[in-house]
């Protein structure tokens, strides 16, 4: 597709479930991040890969929150055990990786909400 | 530790200018500015790498200031298209995409 797709986007889930939301990046693109955003407040960064390897996940919550990119290409952030903290929209970015300007290409999100 | 942006909010009419900051605690090595619109994705703008250099968007540029770990994006002229909120993001040298972000400046253009 032209741009970064995120599904679902919307997930209303029980406490206790577990979720898991996909990233379908540019085609093309080596890096992909994971980063979620409360309402009212910036990104803030989870996770990222380039390619299929997870680089650095330093901002990842807990062992309950997850993410892998087996093939360098599509991502999945998995979340166990939901809790109602868990509750923020999950946004996917991806860029071309590399010494390049930068940008990062941000996808429509995927709106958690934990009952 | 996430930079800090003022003001929270602004308010302009068009063809106003404005100065939205951006500081840091730490050394910067880059500054990146982003714009959300409500319900959308955040939208790049443009990224600093070095000390003083200014760099442009449409009638929306920006500076870098090293010293005074600072950044800080103008917007010249508005247009009613610019009310967003605006990010700015810091980041390490070697992930330019791992990045933090201020809370955001709020900004609304009216006719």
């Known amino acids: 597709g032209a741009g970064v797709s995120q599904s679902p986007r919307y997930k209303v889930t029980k406490r206790g479930q577990d979720v898991a939301l996909r990233c379908d990046p540019i085609s093309g693109h080596v890096s992909l991040y994971w980063y979620r955003q409360a309402l009212g407040q910036g990104p803030e960064f989870l996770t990222y890969?380039?390619?299929?390897?997870?680089?650095?996940k330093s901002g990842l919550p807990n062992d309950r929150f997850s993410a892998e990119r087996p093939e360098g290409s599509i991502s999945t952030l998995t979340i166990q055990r939901t809790e109602q903290r868990d509750s923020a929209m999950y946004r996917c970015a991806s860029s071309f990786g590399g010494g390049n300007t930068g940008e990062l290409f941000f996808g429509e999100g995927s709106r958690l909400t934990v009952l | 530790q996430q930079p800090v942006q003022s003001p929270q909010a602004v308010i302009l009419r068009e063809g106003e200018d404005a100065v939205i900051n951006c500081s840091s605690s730490k050394a910067l090595y880059s500054v990146h500015w982003y714009r959300q619109k409500h319900g959308e994705a955040p939208v790049f703008l443009m990224i600093l790498l070095k000390g003083g250099e200014q760099k442009g968007h449409e009638k929306i540029s920006a500076s870098f200031n090293e010293k005074k770990q600072q950044s800080s994006l103008y917007l010249t002229a508005s247009q009613l298209s610019y009310s967003g909120t605006y990010f700015c993001?810091?980041?390490?040298?070697?992930?330019?995409?791992?990045?933090?972000f201020g809370a955001g400046t709020q900004v609304v253009v009216t006719p």
């Open positions: 993001g810091t980041g390490p040298t070697d992930s330019w995409g791992k990045l933090q």
């Open positions: 890969f380039n390619y299929e390897a997870q680089q650095d």
